[in-house]
């Protein structure tokens, strides 16, 4: 169970420990509770490994709901007594403090069914990785319950543990035998991918072919279906992204920035938009809404190829706790200088006139420095604590693009009748200068120096080989090349090379799978970096453009005669925004949603390239925002300074 899973659980026993009393009689709304849910609904808590009730989830929507609109509704009364606001801002207050608990409640009550679909989603992407391990075994030795064994004993994904699960059904007679279980689990997962069962009765056919070659051939054709319906399913996702794509682009990205123009010019015909309702829309509503949205594009993402799961206990994030507290405090010291920055110039007499104290004056506002605080925060923060998951994650796939290779190479070599030693120190030489040639050196030397056996001279924790290899595709690879060698040399070598095949076959069709991808994955970079920036840069100084004219044109009516009434009608237009939100308050709300924009778009662009990675997205979002938001920054000054001109 993940922390997302057991955060969950936690919740719901919380609120049955301490809010019970809140639904009356228990027994009687535990039985209403089962009454109402679904057959799908249940089956989501068991697909998930969730310990709960129906009616413990139910509890716990209803109390936080409950809990949250209270807890809103008497912040509202708080501010609405402190502070005086416009009729359309109480208008957006209530209309949030009614849809966000329910929408709340909504989630969590349906949490369980969004999060089993996830994780079948995510179970689809192990099914490649899985196959090949059972096929890779069957062809070494055609015996279904071992490579059954062999695949759920060397994943640690979602769908391995399924495998063992099935195991321990056949040991306990649920079924009479191993084709009885292979059916029953093919036909469990037919129902989310029909190449997959279609290729578990392949290889399942395979132990009847009397012909070694045909055999051969029919679990060829098994992780060929699998393989060919894995890019299959992504090239239809990245053919049906186009659409959400350009709507999430245009409604929930360009449409806003634009309006930022518009927003000062509203007051002339009696719109009144103060500070309150101006962050409920940019900081709170739109960045919800376009999150969501962009989320819900997401579930409908078929997971190929999972990313390798690093460990905190890699020795090389041996003093990750160390370097997570230096850099919170690095990140917050860094983010305070810069944060007052401003206002520090400003107390200093403003030299050489950079910050604005009014609209279309200096070059930046006083609170331009707290947006790029914000960004250095989230920089160093992202950058420092997953740079070295960025420096594992990209030597394990460094190592896994040379380990095909060298598997070819130590295959060919094999099959010619050498030895083991002689073998891996061929291989070696011609792999020099890469991290697995080192390892395979190492076998060698292993092997002739200190006499061990080929499992002790890669896998001994102390002098393996491959104990500083944290691939857990090229260990498994490993494996099953340990078993073939007790084969003849010509059918090891054989064994090997198949391997080596089957490997470049997965890593071919990750490789197709991004580049089917790209274009969507592209324009999203490309809008987080350069276009959503640019837009609103250039309208955040026509906002302030539009503010300067309706100021100067209140002054110059305001000494007309009071019989033309255009002066006091002016008066109140162009002074209607700047008495709502002053411009520096303007720019930080904007450039929060910026911020925000930026995160969710790196978010999104990510999640479709390679699915739910945190370490991969955090290091991509450390590079991302400052490149972001320094465009932001020079096209805002730039454009100040131009329309300047014009007022």
């Excluded at 039985?31 to 989501?44: C, H, M, N, P, R």
Aim: charged share 20%; aromatic share 10%.
């Amino acid at each position: 169970m993940n922390d997302d899973q057991n955060l969950y659980c936690h919740a719901c026993r919380f609120s049955v420990k301490h809010f019970s009393w809140f639904v009356g009689d228990l027994d009687d709304f535990r039985k209403k509770s089962e009454k109402t849910v679904s057959k799908e609904f249940l089956d989501a808590i068991n697909f998930s490994g969730l310990d709960l009730e129906p009616w413990e989830i139910h509890l716990l929507s209803y109390t936080s709901g409950l809990l949250l609109f209270l807890l809103m509704a008497i912040l509202d009364l708080i501010l609405f007594r402190v502070f005086t606001y416009e009729r359309n801002t109480i208008i957006f207050a209530v209309v949030f403090t009614a849809i966000i608990p329910v929408a709340v409640m909504i989630y969590l009550s349906e949490y369980p069914k969004i999060h089993a679909k996830f994780m079948i989603i995510h179970t689809l992407g192990d099914i490649p990785e899985i196959q090949s391990y059972i096929v890779m075994s069957m062809k070494l030795v055609p015996n279904m319950e071992r490579a059954i064994i062999f695949a759920a004993e060397n994943s640690y994904r979602p769908l391995a543990r399924d495998l063992k699960k099935l195991i321990w059904d056949i040991h306990i007679r649920v079924y009479s035998n191993v084709d009885e279980a292979l059916i029953g689990f093919a036909s469990q997962w037919g129902k989310n991918s029909e190449y997959f069962k279609r290729s578990l009765h392949l290889v399942k056919s395979s132990t009847s072919e009397p012909d070694e070659a045909q055999r051969i051939m029919t679990l060829n054709k098994s992780l060929d279906i699998v393989l060919e319906g894995t890019k299959t399913m992504m090239d239809a996702f990245a053919a049906k992204l186009k659409t959400p794509t350009y709507i999430l682009y245009s409604i929930f990205i360009l449409i806003p920035l634009a309006l930022v123009a518009l927003i000062p010019a509203v007051s002339i015909v009696g719109v009144r938009i103060d500070t309150l309702t101006l962050i409920l829309i940019y900081n709170i509503g739109l960045p919800l809404f376009t999150f969501f949205y962009s989320e819900y594009i997401l579930l409908q993402r078929p997971a190929t190829f999972s990313p390798p799961n690093i460990s905190d206990k890699h020795p090389q994030l041996s003093n990750i706790r160390t370097i997570w507290k230096n850099v919170i405090i690095i990140a917050a010291i860094v983010g305070l200088i810069i944060g007052f920055s401003g206002y520090i110039l400003l107390y200093f007499g403003n030299p050489f006139n950079i910050i604005s104290k009014e609209a279309m004056a200096g070059l930046i506002l006083p609170t331009f420095p707290i947006v790029w605080a914000i960004t250095a925060m989230i920089t160093i923060y992202s950058v420092g604590i997953y740079t070295p998951y960025k420096k594992i994650r990209d030597g394990i796939k460094e190592v896994e693009n040379d380990f095909a290779d060298a598997m070819f190479i130590l295959g060919r070599r094999i099959s010619e009748g050498r030895s083991a030693e002689e073998a891996f120190s061929h291989t070696s030489q011609t792999m020099k200068g890469s991290k697995i040639g080192e390892a395979l050196a190492d076998i060698a030397k292993n092997l002739s120096c200190m006499r061990t056996t080929l499992h002790g001279a890669i896998f001994h924790e102390e002098y393996g080989a491959f104990k500083d290899i944290y691939s857990d595709r090229v260990h498994t690879m490993m494996k099953l090349l340990i078993e073939s060698v007790h084969k003849s040399h010509e059918a090891a070598g054989m064994a090997i090379i198949k391997l080596a095949d089957h490997l470049k076959e997965l890593q071919e069709v990750e490789a197709n799978i991004k580049r089917s991808l790209y274009d969507v994955t592209s324009t999203m970079r490309s809008t987080a970096i350069i276009f959503a920036p640019l837009i609103a840069g250039v309208t955040l100084a026509l906002s302030e453009v539009i503010q300067k004219i309706l100021l100067n044109m209140s002054r110059e009516t305001s000494y007309m005669p009071d019989e033309y009434d255009i002066g006091g009608m002016m008066s109140q237009a162009g002074t209607g925004m700047t008495q709502s939100v002053p411009p520096d308050i303007f720019l930080l709300v904007v450039g929060i949603y910026m911020i925000l924009l930026v995160i969710i778009l790196t978010r999104f662009a990510g999640g479709i390239e390679y699915g739910d990675d945190r370490p991969q997205f955090m290091y991509d979002l450390g590079q991302t925002l400052p490149m972001s938001i320094l465009v932001f920054t020079v096209t805002t000054v730039v454009s100040r300074i131009i329309f300047s001109t014009m007022v």
